[in-house]
C-alpha cells in the first residue's frame, strides 16, 4: 500500500531553469511533509518542510506547495544547478511519528 | 561533527552469520529511528526507540531483527542468521520530537549490508 507516490522517476532540467518535483499521497491523517535530497552512498540530507496548516514554505532556492485537497504536494528549485542533481525523496509523517517515503524522483540539472 | 553517525559504513557477512549496525544520535536528541532502503526503492521504516524504549516496531520483520537503544552508548540494529534478502543500505536518523508533531528526522550516512 503505496501512501506516499512519486510517479515520475527522473527529471531532466536545463542548468538556470526551474525544477518542478510531484508527490502525491493517500493517508488524510498525514500533517507534516519533507523533502530529502540523496546522492549515492549517502545519506537523506533534509531539504525542507511543511506542515498540513500551511499552503506554501520558502527557503532560498526551494518552495515546496500543499494543496491538501487535492493531496499533492510539489518542490521547486529555482534556479536549477547541476549541483542540485540527486535523488529527491518526499516523506509524509502523522503526529510526528515514523516517515513514510516515496520511492524518489532522479533529477539531472543539464550545463 | 555532530551529525548522525552510523558504523560501519560498509559491512559484509556470510549466509548465517550476525550482524550489528551501531547508530550515534545528533548531540540532544534522544530519538531514534532506523530506516531499510532495498535496491531501486524508496526507505521503509523499521523501528522508532527512545532511551531504553521500543515506541514502534511495527516495521521490524518479526523474526531474527531486533533493536535497542541503551542509557547510555549507541542505538543498535541486530540481524541474526542473515540471508542474501537482507542485502540493503540501513539508515539511522534521529530527531528532537518537538510538540505539535513537527519533528523533522536527520539522517546519518548509513550502513550497507552485503550478505554472500
Known amino acids: 500500500d503505496q501512501q506516499v507516490k512519486q510517479n515520475s522517476p527522473s527529471l531532466s532540467v536545463q542548468e538556470g531553469r526551474i525544477s518542478i518535483l510531484n508527490c502525491d499521497y493517500t493517508?488524510?491523517?498525514?500533517?507534516?511533509f519533507l523533502w530529502y535530497k540523496k546522492y549515492p552512498a549517502e545519506g537523506p540530507t533534509f531539504l525542507i518542510s511543511?506542515?498540513?496548516?500551511?499552503d506554501k514554505n520558502e527557503d532560498g532556492r526551494f518552495t515546496v506547495f500543499l494543496n491538501k485537497s487535492a493531496k499533492h504536494l510539489s518542490l521547486h528549485i529555482v534556479p536549477s544547478q547541476p549541483g542540485d542533481s540527486a535523488v529527491y525523496f518526499c516523506?509524509?509523517?502523522?503526529?510526528?511519528?515514523?516517515?513514510?517515503f516515496g520511492a524518489g524522483t532522479i533529477l539531472r540539472v543539464k550545463s | 561533527n555532530a551529525g548522525v553517525m552510523q558504523n560501519p559504513r560498509h559491512l559484509v557477512r556470510r549466509r548465517g552469520q550476525e550482524a550489528r549496525l551501531r547508530c550515534s544520535p545528533m548531540?540532544?536528541?534522544?530519538?531514534v529511528y532506523w530506516y531499510r532502503q532495498l535496491p531501486e526503492e524508496g526507505l521503509k521504516f523499521m523501528v522508532y526507540?527512545?532511551?531504553?524504549?521500543?515506541?514502534?516496531e511495527s516495521g521490524m520483520p518479526k523474526e531474527r531483527f531486533s533493536a535497542e537503544f541503551p542509557k547510555e552508548g549507541p542505538s543498535i540494529l541486530r540481524i541474526q542468521q542473515v540471508v542474501r534478502g537482507d542485502s540493503a543500505a540501513y539508515f539511522c536518523?534521529?530527531?528532537?520530537?518537538?510538540?505539535?508533531?513537527?519533528?523533522?528526522?536527520?539522517f546519518g550516512p548509513g550502513t550497507r549490508l552485503t550478505v554472500l
Open positions: 548531540k540532544g536528541h534522544s530519538h
Open positions: 536518523a534521529s530527531s528532537l520530537r518537538l510538540a505539535g508533531g513537527k519533528d523533522t528526522q536527520y
Open positions: 511543511i506542515s498540513s496548516i500551511k
Open positions: 526507540l527512545q532511551k531504553e524504549n521500543i515506541i514502534d
Open positions: 493517508n488524510s491523517m498525514f500533517d507534516y
Open positions: 516523506a509524509a509523517s502523522a503526529e510526528g511519528n515514523k516517515l513514510v
